[in-house]
């Protein structure tokens, strides 16, 4: 079995205005050659540099100097040993990251915090080898030092494993609202700008991981209501959708899934807010 990774990125395009992005995850049993993919569309108006950062030691007793978006500074402690990278978006150990951002409940966005999402994944592609230990290491970040940008939606993926992280801040509580899901063997996953990720088991790590405050701040916010009998969906609670939302953001999911799937007959009602 191939233990390839392949990394499809379209970058800078900027179309009518929009900054939108689409990501597409494909693990190695949903592909015919069966390697995972991911594939990378960021529509802005700006060109990405695919510069490449090569393997490095340090000293433990380095840090790393972070900027927050309302001008703070902040130390991050420094690993032993880097890897290779190129951008943000790949290592040398064939593990990519992509990324499209739903923002989200923006009471939630704090700009005192220092870590921005692209920061995250550059600092996930240097310390990690696996889709796991990315997330592993992204959530400790965060929850050590503070997560400075809007409602993020991350693809993570290895040669074996894919994973999507969804992270938000807490409103100048520190820390961030967290759950990442694993995408399960032989299927594909989409996302585009809107909040993937609904109902989840609290039981399951191997996986579906959390943080501990992603039911009790969205009950403190009044999100989420555990009286009304519904179950909690992630993306109900951080993200809302309303009928504008959904034809910029689903539309894009279901046009995808429904040539990568045509048998399945994908109903466009949700997208269209019917």
């Not at 433990?60 to 927050?68: G, I, K, R």
């Not at 978006?89 to 990324?99: C, D, F, S, T």
């Not at 992270?167 to 995408?183: E, L, N, P, R």
């Not at 009790?216 to 809302?240: Q, T």
Request: proline share 5%; charged share 20%.
């Amino acid at each position: 079995m191939k233990k390839t990774l392949f990394l499809f990125l379209l970058a800078g395009v900027y179309t009518s205005g929009l900054w939108a992005c689409t990501n597409v995850i494909v693990t190695k049993g949903a592909s015919v050659d069966s390697a995972a993919y991911l594939v990378y569309l960021n529509d802005g108006e700006w060109l990405y540099h695919l510069d490449r950062t090569a393997a490095q030691d340090h000293s433990v007793t380095d840090s790393l100097t972070y900027t927050s978006m309302s001008g703070k500074k902040y130390k991050v402690h420094q690993v032993p040993h880097t890897y290779a990278i190129i951008g943000f978006l790949m290592n040398e150990h064939q593990l990519a990251i992509g990324e499209t951002t739903f923002v989200g409940r923006e009471e939630l966005w704090d700009k005192d915090q220092p870590l921005k999402y692209w920061e995250l994944m550059r600092l996930a592609l240097l310390r990690t080898k696996t889709a796991r230990e990315a997330v592993e290491v992204i959530t400790s970040l965060v929850e050590t030092y503070g997560y400075g940008s809007e409602g993020e939606s991350i693809s993570i993926v290895d040669p074996n494993e894919a994973w999507l992280l969804e992270i938000i801040g807490t409103g100048g509580k520190g820390g961030a609202v967290w759950v990442a899901a694993k995408i399960p063997d032989g299927y594909i996953s989409v996302h585009a700008n809107h909040a993937r990720i609904g109902e989840f088991p609290f039981d399951d790590p191997d996986n579906y991981l959390y943080s501990e405050n992603v039911l009790s701040l969205a009950v403190e916010k009044g999100y989420y209501d555990p009286a009304s009998g519904l179950p909690f969906r992630f993306n109900d609670a951080y993200d809302p959708p309303s009928p504008a939302h959904l034809k910029y953001t689903e539309t894009r999911v279901w046009s995808i899934f429904r040539r990568a799937a045509p048998s399945q007959n994908f109903s466009p009602d949700y997208h269209r807010g019917i």
